[in-house]
């Protein structure tokens, strides 16, 4: 029986080597340890051996049969591996990928950037205040009273709250952030401040309900409109890279005292006149003034202590006016075919 056993062994180890594909390694598999195999019936005829016998032919032909059930396995792993299609896994690293197509910033947000360069480069900082404000910031502390006429100026969207807190609105404009700063600072300082503003009108090609602003303030013990002016020409000389000449106007603002509009020298014609400035050399950028003391008291200040200029206009106008775009709602209108011209 032992004899018997280990010739199985040596046949199905030679026979197992052999196999030359994964189909020839199955059948080798049912011709040895199969229910039909040799092996098998060796198994079945244990009980007829006598008690000594068992003892010696159980544990052999136990182990030869795992050793067989063993080198199947390994024979099989090695024949997988064979037969693997390595060339259809290979990978031409040389082939260009799929192209990721790469966005860019929003023209208002380039243009921002831009504007916060060259301000910083004068020694300006830069300043934030929240869309949604309270009726004291946007208003009342800009000597906007309740009720006062003034306010019919900035058509507001007032935010729905039953909580009987103060009123909250959309802001109208950039200029709230002077009061939030001054409260926080005592001059000199100077800053900007770029934001989004909302209004309530029927929009056109020249109103939009959202748009941004861009507020300046410079306060000081004696700042002037002189300093008003310099800086102005400064900036637009340099966002618009050729001198630029700034007019004011008289205008009002609560505000502000004096305030005026101011205007540029007409960035396309060189004040020749043209389609873009109506004839008149003139192009009209936004609102400006000495800050008026009753902001400066609303902020915290003393009376009479300080002085100071602020400008606030939309930031979509400057773009508007460097690229001759005609309609301001392209801005936020989400069209590709707008935004990819920047
Ligand atoms: N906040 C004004 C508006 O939205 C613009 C403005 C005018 C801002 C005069 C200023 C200023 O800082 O001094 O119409």
């Keep these: 029986m032992e004899e018997k056993i280990r010739k199985i062994k040596q046949e199905a180890f030679e026979e197992v080597g052999k196999a030359k594909n994964l189909d020839e390694l199955s059948q080798l598999k049912i011709k040895y340890l199969g229910r039909k195999s040799a092996f098998n019936e060796i198994l079945k005829s244990l009980k007829d051996l006598s008690n000594e016998e068992k003892k010696i032919i159980g544990p052999l032909a136990n182990s030869v049969k795992s050793e067989i059930a063993g080198f199947l396995e390994e024979t099989e792993r090695l024949l997988e591996i064979k037969s693997f299609d390595w060339a259809a896994e290979k990978i031409d690293v040389t082939i260009p990928g799929q192209k990721i197509r790469r966005g860019h910033l929003h023209p208002l947000s380039m243009v921002r950037n831009e504007i916060e360069d060259i301000f910083t480069a004068m020694g300006f900082e830069i300043a934030d205040g929240p869309e949604i404000e309270t009726e004291h910031y946007n208003f009342d502390a800009l000597n906007i009273p309740k009720d ?12 729905k709250n039953d909580s009987g807190k103060e009123r909250t ?8 952030v002077q009061v939030r700063f001054m409260e926080k600072n005592k001059p000199p300082f100077r800053i ?3 934001g989004k503003c909302f209004r309530n009108e029927a929009t056109d090609a020249r109103h939009e309900h959202t748009f941004y602003q861009f507020e300046a303030l410079v306060v000081g013990d004696d700042i ?3 300093h008003f002016k310099f800086i102005a020409q400064q900036f637009f000389s340099s966002f618009f890279k050729k001198e630029i000449d700034v007019r004011v106007r008289p205008s009002y603002f609560p505000f502000t005292e004096p305030s005026f509009e101011f205007d540029i020298s007409c960035s396309v014609c060189q004040q020749k006149g043209c389609s873009v400035c109506s004839g008149t050399g003139w192009l009209e950028v936004g609102g400006a003034g000495m800050v008026n003391q009753e902001v400066f008291v609303a902020s915290g200040y003393p009376r009479g202590r300080y002085q100071g200029f602020a400008w606030g206009f939309g930031l979509e106008r400057l773009l508007i006016l460097r690229h001759r775009i005609d309609d301001i709602r392209l801005f936020h209108s989400g069209d590709l075919r707008f935004i990819n011209q920047f």
């Design 169 to 176: 609105l959309l802001r109208t404009h950039t200029s709230p």
């Design 224 to 226: 002037n409109v002189g």
């Design 192 to 194: 900007i401040s770029p």
């Design 148 to 159: 006062h006429p003034a306010r019919d100026k900035w058509d507001t969207f007032w935010v």
